[in-house]
Nanobody, 115 residues
């Protein structure tokens, strides 16, 4: 079992920045892949970014060059730095962990980009 707790969401103006954090209940060094997904109202949940245990990263085309995923193994924490935010980035952002072929989800944190 892996429990995930997200934080860092909020309201930000277009062009602004936010950093999301996801703290895991076990060492993320042993977790195969950590990722951030998001779900906007009326839309399907989509992958935003992922990072493997070896540090390999992957991004959705819509966030490349603006978002950065990173991990701190010592703190069992994964971050999502979001810059140059756009209104279309508004969504609930979920932390995800793939561990021993099982996917675990956090409760989500709301990000709203609006003037």
């Amino acid at each position: 079992q892996v429990q995930l707790v997200e934080s860092g969401g909020g309201l930000v103006q277009p062009g602004g920045s936010l950093r999301l954090s996801c703290v895991a209940s076990k060492s993320i060094f042993s977790i195969n892949i950590m990722a951030w997904y998001r779900q906007a109202p009326g839309k399907q949940r989509e992958l935003v970014a992922s990072i493997s245990s070896r540090g390999t990263t992957n991004y959705a085309d819509s966030v490349k060059g603006r978002f950065a995923i990173s991990r701190d193994n010592a703190k069992s924490t994964v971050y999502l730095q979001m810059n140059s935010l756009k209104p279309e980035d508004t969504a609930v952002y979920y932390c995800n962990a793939l561990y021993l072929l099982t996917m675990y989800w956090g409760q989500g944190t709301q990000v709203t980009v609006s003037s």
